[in-house]
């Protein structure tokens, strides 16, 4: 079966920072009640059209539907400042609320978080724990889903190190619960540290343009092409 014939109509859910985040869109408390603010990166700060997020691009292409963005600017995955217990930032927060008010559950999760941990220098092992958490709390909430786990990106020499255990520790987690959940080896891809300073707004070397989101997307699209092979 094809990819299209198999996403079609699906439902979709993100759990992500700011390079997941449109204003209006993400954390916006019509689709997920538990919400109550919409910190978001791209939209009217930072002129950018929803169509060309990496998401929607993919959403419109394969003619799915979007279930909840749950994607916070400056997030972690790590729940470890009193500031993100209170205004629910944490990725392990989040986690649980990847349902739309409706209760629809997503048929696709995309869970892409962890580059402020790699900013923040939080350890690979409180990492690790935190996306284990995240992965269970999935497993749980959404058994039917099938998830894919972004890892970080080749996007600054001075993060390299980190980068690699961040992502060894998201690989392990991701091949320990099961074949619904798929790693998606950012990396090692096309989008390494040249390409990807080459492709961000403002050459901040973060946050990307709509020529890298285009890329993103394309590397995310060839690993849901797994899905032909189930």
């Not at 609320?97 to 939080?122: C, S």
Request: charged share 20%; with cysteine; hydrophobic share 35%.
């Amino acid at each position: 079966m094809y990819l299209k014939e198999i996403l079609r109509g699906k439902r979709i859910s993100i759990l992500g920072d700011s390079l997941s985040s449109f204003e209006g869109v993400s954390n916006n408390a019509n689709i997920n009640a538990t919400i109550s603010k919409n910190p978001a990166y791209y939209g009217k700060t930072v002129p950018f059209k929803l169509a060309d997020t990496w998401w929607m691009r993919l959403i419109n292409k394969y003619e799915m539907v979007l279930c909840v963005n749950n994607s916070w600017s400056g997030g972690l995955l790590y729940n470890y400042l009193p500031e993100y217990i209170e205004d629910n930032m944490s990725g392990e927060y989040r986690a649980h609320h990847l349902a739309d008010n409706g209760g629809n559950l997503p048929d696709i999760i995309i869970v892409f978080i962890g580059v402020n941990d790699l900013w923040h220098a939080i350890g690979w092992e409180q990492f690790g724990k935190a996306y284990h958490s995240v992965l269970e709390t999935i497993t749980k909430q959404y058994p039917n889903a099938e998830t894919f786990c972004v890892g970080m990106p080749d996007r600054d020499t001075r993060l390299v190190v980190r980068a690699q255990k961040l992502n060894a520790a998201i690989r392990q987690e991701t091949a320990s619960h099961g074949n619904k959940f798929h790693y998606v080896d950012l990396y090692n891809s096309i989008l390494n540290n040249d390409t990807y300073a080459q492709n961000t707004l403002d050459k901040d070397k973060l946050h990307l343009s709509t020529s890298g989101m285009q890329i993103l997307a394309d590397i995310i699209e060839n690993s849901l092409k797994e899905l032909e092979m189930k």
